[in-house]
């Protein structure tokens, strides 16, 4: 026992990680990534994990922009607590700016202490395609492989998927892009084209002509509200990874095998399978999550369409921020703030 005025030893420590440490952890670690990700929605569907609801920080001046705070805990190897919080501006764009911020703080499960401040914007921005590479590998892979991908939206997010699929082994013969800013559109072909994406890059107009031509779909737009309503368009069955969650109106997702990362987070915030569940009364026509699908309780068929609808759950912010700050750590780089806890003893 500390008795009163006795110097306390072993301070916990503290450490900001910013975004170049991030980057530098992440980069070229796209397969292991998916792995860390795989890892984490098996630990959630064992049990061994916290996740509550997401808490939205909403404006009245402001109607298009918000704050999310997504608390989690993980278990497992990864053993750790923390809070991401995001914030999504979409106006940023209009000046060149990201649309999305974020900060990540890690706990020690033990004291309760954060041992961590990440710049989370990239983290966020990995575990969202990592999810999206993973199931569109295991979603397809009852089916031809695809060969021919679109993205509706053309933005960072459209950029990570991309990027996390051509690491984990997939080629495309045509790459399709639509974006509400032609702009948008356009800058993505060129980076495609400039990075060697590999196969014929065309900007669509529409989101229809894309995608009646695309196999793998990946919907990455800021859409509050559904703008692709006709079942007919996916008449072909493609795998649809609807990373942005508000994009496609109840009666198509009706009418495809639905696969959510958690029904209960994903089936709320005026998301498209919310809205379905609003208009059937029931989440029946929802088949599984994701890892249903990993651990082979739930098999899609080819011959439907499949959409993949991930609420982006904070374990798996956990998951990746843990494994880039294990990486800046064996690398000895971690940043400390010397002193950040002050008022350590409990009677001065």
């Not at 082979?296 to 011959?303: F, H, I, K, S, Y």
């Not at 374990?315 to 750590?329: E, F, P, Q, S, T």
């Amino acid at each position: 026992m500390t008795a009163v005025g006795e110097p306390v030893t072993g301070a916990p420590s503290f450490a900001v990680v910013p975004g170049e440490q991030v980057e530098r952890a992440l980069r070229g670690r796209e397969r292991d990534l998916v792995g860390v990700v795989e890892s984490a929605y098996r630990l959630h569907g064992a049990g061994r994990s916290v996740n509550p609801p997401s808490s939205f920080l909403r404006f009245g001046d402001r109607p298009t922009a918000r704050i999310i705070a997504l608390p989690a805990s993980l278990g497992g190897d990864v053993g750790v607590d923390g809070i991401k919080w995001i914030s999504s501006f979409p106006e940023n764009t209009a000046t060149g700016l990201p649309r999305a911020s974020a900060v990540l703080i890690l706990n020690d499960p033990v004291t309760g202490y954060p041992f961590a401040c990440m710049e989370s914007s990239i983290i966020s921005a990995s575990r969202t395609a990592a999810s999206a590479a993973s199931a569109a590998d295991r979603l397809s892979r009852t089916r031809e492989r695809p060969r021919r991908v679109g993205f509706v939206g053309a933005g960072l997010i459209a950029r990570y998927v991309h990027t996390f699929l051509a690491a984990t082994g997939w080629e495309f013969e045509e790459i399709g892009v639509h974006d509400t800013s032609a702009a948008g559109a356009a800058a993505f072909r060129d980076y495609l084209e400039r990075t060697g994406a590999g196969g014929r890059v065309t900007v669509h107009e529409g989101p229809e002509e894309l995608i009646r031509h695309s196999d793998l779909i990946v919907f990455a737009t800021v859409a509050a509200a559904p703008h692709v309503h006709d079942p007919a368009w996916f008449g072909h069955h493609p795998v649809v990874l609807h990373v942005s969650l508000r994009d496609l109106a109840p009666e198509i997702l009706l009418d495809a095998v639905d696969v959510v990362d958690d029904v209960e987070h994903c089936l709320r915030a005026e998301t498209s399978p919310h809205l379905a569940e609003r208009l059937t009364g029931d989440r029946e026509f929802v088949a599984g999550t994701l890892d249903d699908v990993l651990t082979g309780r739930l098999t899609v068929p080819a011959d439907r369409t499949v959409v993949f609808s991930p609420f982006g759950l904070g374990v798996l912010d956990l998951a990746v921020g843990k494994y880039a700050y294990d990486r800046v750590a064996a690398a000895g780089e971690l940043r400390f703030a010397d002193g950040f806890f002050h008022e350590l003893r409990r009677h001065g």
